[in-house]
């Protein structure tokens, strides 16, 4: 197919993210008025609609009376001002006299002259780079779509459908502020159309390229396709390719409450799943108040492991009743992830709960999902897995374990802290299953909230449960990611050139 044919069915219109709205030279950026020229450049085409031809030939006519008015009195006036080069000899023997023509360009005044401006109070108005970046930003980008939708009702035949893309609109925009455009976006594109007298449909799409989860979350899947950077096989180390991944497509399989449950979760939550290269999925409150501070205790003991904390990760709280869902969402975006959560050691299936010595089973739904291939499934067997059942692909999940061989195990993680730290809760008990029964009884006495920010702020002389700092080590460990090797000869290039060094082309 030809270019012309193509750009025949499919429009295109492009709004940047870097649109001067912070520009501070000396001349002030007036970007919203530049952004009126260019509605009334398409407004005065010849196949614009009616009403906005109207409206710039009322513009032109009343700039052509000033212009009237400027030929007649001003151009003698300013004629006046000429006599004061005969000083200089000037015409000369040519005699040649000078005129004066002033033009008035439409265009040219709305572009230089024109401000756009916000009212203040007591007649006082401002200018528009007295507004906040965000507002700004936000004008700039309705302008825009507006200008996009007269573009296209102006084109002498009209493309089939019009692809506006949006790069970054969150940039300078509050959280609410982002979550609001997105999903106003269609209704703005609509109240476009309801504002023109025939009312004729606008076919457009709307392609937003974002790295901010407010918007990605308030999307929804079914239109999120995920750009994922992964190592390219078989080339130098350092060297990334890009797959994109249709979320729509990726997670059919997944059961559309199931599928509802997960967005709503992560609108919820404002996860940063979409954005981060690892995640943590834990338990409950305690483990995610604490988390951070294992992370950097377990840095500054062994400084010689990788560090999570210089890595994009991110944690989210999620339960051991519903960490199972993210399974299949995890494994689609390839997502180096870490699940911490709970043994639930119960009597037997449909039981009671108990002390680790005591149970058959497990009730965590988690453990299920993963191990669901054991059969039976039994709690006895979750204890006896090795590491490298624990990882599956990307994923690895972290439940309790003996600090030591043959020694005492947490049911839950406030368990296991305190069986971590027997001292800091002064347990007396020597038998190994009287300190689980111990330590369960120790961990009833405290709010999970007073216990989390007592251990997180107050208390912190404390060493981490080892099910939690084996996996931290797994997911620090792993697919670190290289430095762009473009990047880095770009690096060293500019540096031997301070040095004196040469460069090769």
């Given at each position: ?6 750009r025949?069915?499919v ?26 020229e ?10 614009a ?5 109207q ?11 000033i ?9 003698s ?20 006299e000078?005129?004066t023509?002033t033009l ?9 002259f ?8 007591g ?10 970046l ?8 309705l302008?825009?779509?507006?200008g ?22 969150e940039?300078h ?7 609001v ?6 209704q ?20 937003v ?7 990605a ?9 995920y ?12 060297i ?13 399989h997944?059961s559309?409450e ?6 709503q ?33 377990l840095?500054?003991t062994e400084p ?6 210089s890595?994009y990760a ?8 519903y ?8 494994q ?23 002390a680790?010595?005591?149970?058959t089973?497990s ?11 054991d ?8 204890l006896t ?22 020694g005492?195990?947490?049911?839950t993680?406030?368990?296991?802290f305190?069986?971590?730290?027997p001292?800091l809760?002064?347990?007396?008990k ?12 120790e961990a ?15 208390e ?5 449960p080892?099910?939690i ?13 290289v430095?762009?090797?473009a ?5 060293k290039?500019?540096a ?10």
């Amino acid at each position: 197919m030809q270019s012309n044919a193509l750009r025949g069915l499919v429009k295109t219109g492009f709004i940047n993210a870097q649109r001067g709205l912070d520009d501070v030279t000396s001349r002030e950026s007036d970007v919203l008025a530049k952004t009126v020229e260019g509605l009334f450049a398409t407004a005065s085409s010849a196949s614009a609609d009616t009403a906005d031809k109207q409206i710039a030939e009322a513009l032109k006519g009343a700039v052509q009376d000033i212009q009237t008015q400027i030929d007649t009195n001003f151009g003698s006036q300013l004629k006046s001002l000429i006599p004061a080069l005969r000083t200089f000899g000037y015409p000369g023997l040519g005699g040649q006299e000078l005129h004066t023509e002033t033009l008035l360009d439409v265009r040219k005044l709305l572009s230089n002259f024109t401000k756009v401006r916000y009212e203040g109070y007591g007649g006082i108005t401002l200018p528009e780079s007295y507004n906040g970046l965000g507002a700004r930003n936000l004008i700039f980008i309705l302008l825009q779509l507006a200008g996009f939708y007269k573009a296209f009702r102006a084109e002498a035949t009209e493309p089939g459908v019009h692809l506006i893309f949006i790069e970054e609109p969150e940039a300078h925009l509050h959280p609410q502020m982002q979550e609001v455009f997105i999903r106003q976006l269609a209704q703005i594109a609509q109240q476009l159309v309801d504002g023109t007298e025939d009312k004729r449909p606008w076919p457009v799409q709307f392609v937003v390229s974002t790295h901010s989860s407010h918007i990605a979350n308030a999307a929804g899947f079914e239109s999120i396709r995920y750009f994922l950077g992964t190592p390219a096989p078989g080339t130098h180390k350092g060297i990334r390719k890009t797959k994109i991944k249709d979320l729509r497509k990726g997670l059919k399989h997944i059961s559309s409450e199931d599928k509802r449950f997960l967005h709503q979760y992560m609108t919820l939550t404002r996860c940063d799943l979409f954005f981060a290269d690892k995640a943590i999925l834990v338990e409950g409150l305690s483990e995610r108040l604490l988390l951070p501070v294992i992370i950097t205790k377990l840095e500054a003991t062994e400084p010689e492991h990788p560090k999570l904390s210089s890595q994009y990760a991110t944690v989210m709280e999620v339960g051991g009743a519903y960490a199972h869902l993210f399974f299949d969402l995890l494994q689609f975006l390839e997502l180096r992830s870490l699940i911490i959560t709970d043994l639930d050691a119960v009597e037997k299936q449909g039981g009671k709960a108990c002390a680790v010595h005591l149970g058959t089973y497990s009730s965590n739904a988690c453990l299920k999902k993963w191990f669901s291939g054991d059969i039976p499934f039994t709690l006895a067997e979750l204890l006896t897995k090795k590491d490298s059942d624990k990882v599956f692909k990307n994923n690895r999940i972290a439940y309790q374990c003996a600090e030591e061989e043959d020694g005492p195990c947490g049911r839950t993680f406030e368990d296991a802290f305190i069986l971590a730290n027997p001292k800091l809760f002064g347990l007396v008990k020597k038998d190994t299953w009287d300190l689980e029964i111990e330590a369960r009884s120790e961990a009833e006495k405290w709010k999970k909230s007073e216990f989390a920010l007592k251990h997180a702020i107050q208390e912190t002389a404390w060493v981490a449960p080892k099910y939690i700092v084996d996996g931290v080590h797994w997911l620090a460990g792993g697919d670190v990611v290289v430095p762009d090797q473009a990047l880095a000869l770009a690096v060293k290039a500019v540096a031997d050139t301070a040095d004196g060094g040469d460069v090769d082309a």
